[in-house]
């Protein structure tokens, strides 16, 4: 087996929409792999034909050597998902979220508590053990469906969006927890998201989607440096504010986000 992910001219069809229109890649063993791209690019629909989440329309797609299409227990067996949404169960504590996924993966109920155990003060969640879902913030819902996902050992974490709406600081504790999973278990991560700053602080290599389609492929430093600007402003809850715009800043709005890129701190 080379690859920990092979897809070879992926298709997901919607009715009359291509969400993912004939993408080719590869993820290798023990690597950081990041997917970017706006809103509606494909790479959720990616992520779920990964996790066997989500039949192919056409084309190829190996996990850990197995084939997506008659190996998907298997295949479940060996990946942790941390969905886009928050679906960890409210009418369960923190502890108890872990525990309910360590029966679906059919763990010992011995092993599933160490495990918990290890998990929860690996992530910091450990006074939080007893609390409600609805009393953790949300960088710590965030942690506990990381832990979750990692419960039964997996070989490769799929994440999708894992920092989005968090503030930075959060995000930085996330990106360095997911850094040390790499390094010291041997993971293989595969992320996505909006921000070009997660991917290079995080990824070995990473790919752009657009319209379902890979529109740049490559080591995120040298696309920074090719293509993205340097400097970054966000500016949250901005709807009070007109988006201004010039010729030497790209700005986008995204809900009531703003922001700003350019090359230099100045206009
Ligand atoms: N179950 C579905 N049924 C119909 N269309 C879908 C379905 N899931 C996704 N799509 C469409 O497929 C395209 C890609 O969606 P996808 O969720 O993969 O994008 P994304 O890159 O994850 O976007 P975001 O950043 O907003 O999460 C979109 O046009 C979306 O409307
Ligand atoms: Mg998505």
Same mark, same amino acid.
């Given at each position: 087996?080379n690859?920990?992910?092979?897809?070879?001219? !992926?298709?997901?069809?919607?009715?009359?929409?291509?969400?993912?229109?004939?993408?080719?890649?590869?993820?290798k063993?023990?690597?950081?792999?990041?997917?970017?791209?706006?809103?509606? #690019?494909?790479?959720?629909?990616?992520?779920?034909?990964?996790a066997?989440?989500s039949?192919?329309?056409?084309?190829e !797609?190996?996990?850990e050597?197995?084939?997506?299409?008659n #190996?998907?227990r298997?295949?479940?067996?060996?990946?942790?998902?941390?969905?886009?949404?928050?679906?960890?169960?409210?009418?369960?504590?923190?502890?108890?979220?872990?525990?309910?996924?360590? @029966?679906?993966?059919r763990?010992?109920?011995?092993?599933?508590?160490? @495990?918990?155990?290890? %998990? /929860? $003060?690996?992530? @910091?969640?450990?006074?939080?053990?007893?609390?409600?879902?609805?009393?953790?913030?949300?960088?710590?819902?965030?942690? !506990?469906?990381?832990?979750?996902? %990692?419960?039964?050992?997996?070989?490769?974490? /799929?994440?999708?969006?894992?920092?989005?709406?968090?503030?930075?600081?959060?995000r930085?504790?996330?990106?360095e927890?997911?850094?040390e999973?790499? @390094?010291?278990?041997?993971?293989?991560?595969? !992320?996505?998201?909006?921000?070009?700053?997660?991917? $290079?602080?995080?990824?070995?290599?990473?790919?752009?989607?657009?319209?379902?389609?890979?529109?740049? $492929?490559?080591?995120?430093?040298?696309?920074?440096?090719d293509?993205?600007?340097?400097?970054?402003?966000?500016?949250?809850?901005?709807?009070?504010?007109?988006l201004?715009?010039?010729?030497?800043? %790209?700005?986008?709005?995204?809900?009531?986000?703003? %922001?700003?890129?350019?090359?230099?701190?100045?206009?």
């Amino acid at each position: 087996m080379n690859f920990a992910i092979e897809a070879k001219n !992926l298709v997901k069809r919607f009715a009359d929409i291509a969400a993912v229109n004939d993408i080719s890649f590869i993820v290798k063993h023990g690597e950081t792999f990041a997917i970017l791209g706006e809103n509606g #690019a494909g790479k959720s629909t990616t992520m779920r034909m990964i996790a066997c989440r989500s039949p192919l329309t056409t084309g190829e !797609l190996s996990v850990e050597g197995l084939n997506v299409k008659n #190996a998907d227990r298997r295949i479940r067996s060996l990946i942790g998902v941390v969905p886009q949404e928050n679906n960890l169960d409210p009418d369960l504590n923190v502890r108890e979220n872990l525990l309910v996924y360590s @029966r679906y993966f059919r763990i010992h109920k011995e092993i599933a508590q160490t @495990r918990c155990d290890e %998990l /929860l $003060e690996f992530i @910091r969640l450990k006074e939080k053990a007893n609390a409600k879902v609805e009393q953790l913030s949300g960088g710590m819902k965030r942690r !506990l469906i990381i832990a979750r996902a %990692l419960l039964h050992r997996p070989k490769i974490l /799929l994440l999708d969006e894992p920092t989005t709406g968090l503030d930075p600081n959060v995000r930085q504790e996330i990106w360095e927890k997911l850094e040390e999973l790499r @390094r010291t278990e041997n993971l293989t991560i595969v !992320l996505s998201t909006h921000y070009m700053d997660e991917a $290079e602080k995080l990824a070995q290599r990473l790919i752009v989607m657009a319209h379902g389609r890979i529109v740049v $492929e490559g080591v995120p430093h040298e696309i920074i440096k090719d293509k993205v600007k340097k400097f970054a402003l966000e500016i949250r809850e901005a709807d009070s504010f007109n988006l201004r715009q010039t010729d030497k800043i %790209l700005s986008q709005k995204r809900g009531s986000t703003h %922001l700003y890129f350019a090359k230099l701190p100045k206009i």
